[in-house]
């Protein structure tokens, strides 16, 4: 069955640290991938997502995620992290031509000022 | 307003009950979910719906069923709750972006308690 895995579960940084989120998915063929984040209290919102082209993608606040397909990756980067990034990721891959998106289990990430 | 509504918000029931939690978007999306998050488990995929006359079993579908009222009502129903139900409940709606993939609109959740 196809999965995805975050591996990093609780991720604690300081205001300006360097950020890289885990993200690897089982799946041979084409897949379109996302990262979601959910600040506290509020739903999840898309970040960015990955369809074609260019494998590294930018996002929203400052994120971008790199797609490397010879390692099932994509990873989720942030070059300096503020409190406000304080939220959960997930992380999610869709099959090519497939509408269902299954979500890996979500990391934590605390950045205390 | 919000683009998907959920409700209620929050609920608190006892085992056995039955419960209903509904959901409604103004999107004009045909492509309906609901998904249950539980801490360490990410986001499961209960029941989605492409269409009216179309719904299909996610990943964990057992304990629960779904209507599709019209386009725009993604119902989830539990006929009789237990307790490893507690959760919370996620609706969502997706259409195809410019880009042709397929991304999704969230609602603010439902907080299910189940004692």
């Known amino acids: 069955a196809q999965s995805v895995s975050q591996h990093n579960h609780h991720v604690i940084l300081s205001e300006a640290a360097s950020l890289e989120l885990g993200c690897n998915y089982s799946?041979?063929?084409?897949?379109?991938l996302f990262w979601y984040v959910q600040y506290p209290g509020q739903h999840l919102q898309l970040l960015l997502k990955?369809?074609?082209?260019?494998?590294l993608v930018k996002g929203i606040k400052g994120f971008e995620a790199e797609f490397i397909k010879s390692k099932f990756s994509f990873n989720l980067r942030k070059p300096s992290v503020q409190w406000s990034d304080t939220a959960e990721y997930f992380c999610?891959?869709?099959?090519?031509?497939?509408?269902?998106?299954?979500f890996g289990t979500g990391t934590r990430l605390q950045v205390f000022p | 307003d919000a683009d998907v509504t959920q409700t209620p918000r929050n609920r608190i029931t006892k085992t056995g009950k039955r419960i209903m939690l509904e959901c409604s978007q103004t999107?004009?999306?045909?492509?309906m979910y609901w998904y249950r998050q539980d801490p360490g488990l990410g986001l499961r995929l209960i029941y989605y719906?492409?269409?009216?006359?179309?719904?299909n079993k996610g990943e964990i579908s057992d304990g629960y069923s779904v209507s599709r009222q019209a386009q725009a009502k993604f119902s989830l129903s539990l006929e009789s709750a237990i307790p490893n139900q507690t959760a919370l409940y996620f609706c969502?709606?997706?259409?195809?972006?410019?880009?042709?993939?397929?991304?999704?609109?969230f609602g603010a959740g439902s907080r299910l308690t189940v004692l």
């Open positions: 990955y369809f074609s082209g260019d494998p």
């Open positions: 719906s492409f269409d009216v006359k179309d719904i």
């Open positions: 999107k004009g999306h045909d492509r």
């Open positions: 799946y041979g063929g084409t897949v379109n």
């Open positions: 969502a709606t997706s259409d195809l972006d410019n880009s042709g993939a397929n991304v999704l609109t």
């Open positions: 999610a891959v869709s099959l090519y031509n497939t509408d269902k998106l299954i």
